[in-house]
């Protein structure tokens, strides 16, 4: 390079100087400013070496304002869910409902009753607030509630079962994902694992022969995100619960994703429920908050009363307590169905709830909206899933928007679409890219509709 050239190239001290770059000072400081600037001048001297031409001062400020642009941007980000899975964890499970962000909005903004009593001006409990909705809803005598499902496991079993054994049948020890094991997870609480049955089968007799006085409970653990068909047997939660009972011991239930509705009332098997555990005798029984309950993360215990306080009594209860808007979100999102009003609030429970044809519509008008623009886009029926480890194997039937790139593959245009803002993330299925209706909320339409219509008038 000349140093003509050189000197051609503005002073990071004089793009400071810019009107525009001024405004840039003001919104994001001087360090991510100049950084962006050094940028964008560094890449200018390397065009300059390769081209012999010093790029325009213009040219040189866009740079600059992709790089702040870039460097400023939020990472988590809001995205739009095309995929048909309705709890996605990669994309942040259940989105909540409107009382649900209300309420946590609410306790984010000032300060709140969180651990104070209004009645006494005294301390108070975190747990108070959701005891009486928990016992209304589920029917337990008692419940608290941690940062998640995982927390909720490791914390009963902590509380309940350090240096005893703890009896699970062998086919239950399972991994949900995210590196939560329970083997691993009962190891870490201190407890002894003894496993019980084969892979397949597992009698009442297999639990009653490990019976030991070291025993300290028996836990059934929901084998989430997986099936054992064929020749399988396993005794039923009333009969683990009675036999637990004869030796004085409780029945631990980890039901995972935990519904409070029966998921069979809209044409899916019947996934286990919160209810049902508890009428059959479990003692404790833990669930999310953030699959089919459709709340903010959490992990959720109800039952006796004598083991939840020794819970809450425990120094681990502190180590993984739940945050005061989750809780606030928690609480408003039970409220919904102790008032008979979850699968219209809920939007979790919405879209298992849609009927398939009202899907189609929805689909038939994204297409006939893209033709207004002289794109091509079919209307085709699809298998959603409810995912959040529930459910295996289980569809709902659903309708998408085809699209099929006429110029590269389908996943040229997928990553066109993950680009835009917000990003949309669909499935590719046979070289089309489906746009699954059932994950996409009402109000996001025009959003997806105005990303697909960039992303094919890009093509
Ligand atoms: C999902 C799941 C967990 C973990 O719950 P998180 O809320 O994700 O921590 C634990 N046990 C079972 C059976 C699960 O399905």
Redesign the pocket.
């Known amino acids: 390079m000349t140093a003509e050239a050189r000197r051609q190239l503005p002073a990071i001290d004089r793009l400071l100087q810019e009107s525009t770059v001024r405004a840039w000072l003001e919104r994001h400081g001087r360090p991510t400013v100049v950084a962006a600037l050094r940028q964008a001048v560094d890449e200018a001297r390397e065009a300059t070496v390769r081209t012999g031409t010093v790029p325009s001062l213009v040219a040189i400020l866009e740079r600059a304002a992709a790089h702040l642009a870039a460097a400023t941007r939020p990472s988590l980000r809001p995205v739009i869910n095309a995929t048909g899975v309705i709890i996605h ?1 990669n994309l942040g499970r259940a989105p909540l409902s409107a009382a649900a962000i209300a309420a946590m909005e609410r306790v984010s903004r000032g300060y709140s009753t969180l651990e104070f009593d209004l009645a006494t001006g005294e301390r108070g409990s975190r747990h108070s607030h959701l005891e009486r909705l928990l016992q209304a809803v589920t029917g337990a005598e008692a419940g608290i509630a941690v940062n ?6 490791l914390l009963a079993l902590t509380a309940l079962a350090p240096g005893r054994e703890v009896i699970i049948a062998r086919g239950q020890l ?1 991994e ?3 590196g ?1 094991r ?1 083997p691993d997870v009962l190891r870490q609480s201190g407890a002894r694992l003894v496993e019980v049955g084969t892979t397949n089968r597992t009698y009442l007799s297999d639990y009653e022969a490990a019976l030991t006085p070291e025993t300290a409970l028996i836990l059934r ?5 997986f099936r054992i068909v064929g020749f399988t047997h396993s005794p039923s939660l009333a009969d683990l619960a009675a036999l637990a009972h004869r030796h004085g011991l409780p029945l631990l239930d ?4 935990g519904a409070l509705l029966d998921t069979a009332a809209y044409g899916l098997a019947h996934e286990p429920m919160v209810q049902e555990s508890l009428q059959a005798g479990a003692d404790l029984v ?1 669930f ?4 089919l309950l459709g709340g903010p ?3 959720i215990i109800v039952g006796r009363r004598d083991l939840i306080e020794r819970l809450k009594r425990h120094p681990l209860a502190r180590a993984v307590r739940i945050d005061k808007v989750s809780l606030a979100g928690l609480e408003a999102t039970l409220r919904h169905y102790q008032a008979g009003e979850a699968v219209q609030a809920i939007p979790v429970w919405r879209m298992i709830a849609t009927p398939a044809e009202a899907l189609r519509s929805r689909v038939e008008a994204w297409a006939a909206h893209l033709a207004a623009y002289g794109l091509r886009a079919t209307v085709v029926p699809t298998q959603a899933t409810v995912g ?3 459910l295996p194997g289980e569809t709902l039937p659903s309708w998408a928007l085809a699209l099929t790139p006429t110029d590269g593959a389908a996943q040229t245009l997928a990553a066109r679409l993950r680009q835009a803002d917000p990003p949309v993330v669909g499935r590719i299925e046979r070289d089309r890219l489906l746009l699954d209706a059932r994950t996409v909320l009402p109000e996001e339409e025009p959003l997806l509709l105005a990303a697909v219509r960039q992303a094919l008038g890009a093509a």
Do not use: E, P
Request: proline fraction near 0%; glycine fraction near 22%.
């Open positions: 964890t998640n499902n995982a927390a909720a496991v399972v949900i994902g995210g939560f329970i653990v929901h084998a989430s995100n980890d039901l995972g994703s833990c999310s908050g953030d699959k993360q959490a992990g959040g480890g529930s």
